[in-house]
């Protein structure tokens, strides 16, 4: 039988490496969905600006990117994009119009742009490309 000798050194660098890594994992993950829900906010506001044509106060600058959060029922990081303008969601779902006192006579129905539903579709097409595009400049910095 021959006699051979194990050289462990790149191993357990590598193993330290690792380690390092999973303890940084938790950050990384949420710097990786802060920076795609920055993506889906833009998208968002990209399909408000082509949909919302009249200046509807500070719609466009309250649409903003929520928090991260891990949802404890699947261990998944989640973000949000969302309006917090208080007539967010008439421009969303529509609205009737109604006339001014003393009859409040309702002259009509606007049709809601159903902004967020059209950006959902996009950015369900478009999720898995951003975050490969985000993991990778998570892994050049390490």
Request: aromatic fraction near 10%; proline fraction near 2%; charged fraction near 35%.
């Amino acid at each position: 039988m021959a006699d051979f000798e194990i050289d462990s050194r790149e191993l357990e660098e590598f193993q330290r490496e690792l380690d390092a890594l999973v303890k940084r994992f938790p950050n990384e993950a949420k710097r990786l969905m802060v920076r795609s829900g920055n993506h889906a906010r833009k998208i968002v506001l990209r399909k408000a600006k082509q949909s919302v044509i009249e200046d509807t106060g500070e719609y466009f600058s309250s649409i903003k990117r929520g928090k991260v959060w891990v949802d404890e029922s699947t261990d998944e990081y989640k973000v949000r994009t969302y309006s917090r303008s208080p007539h967010a969601h008439l421009l969303e779902y529509g609205h009737r119009m109604v006339g001014h006192e003393p009859d409040k006579k309702e002259l009509g129905f606007v049709l809601g742009f159903h902004i967020f539903d059209k950006a959902a579709k996009e950015i369900n097409q478009k999720w898995n490309g951003i975050l490969e595009k985000e993991f990778d400049k998570i892994m050049e910095k390490l």
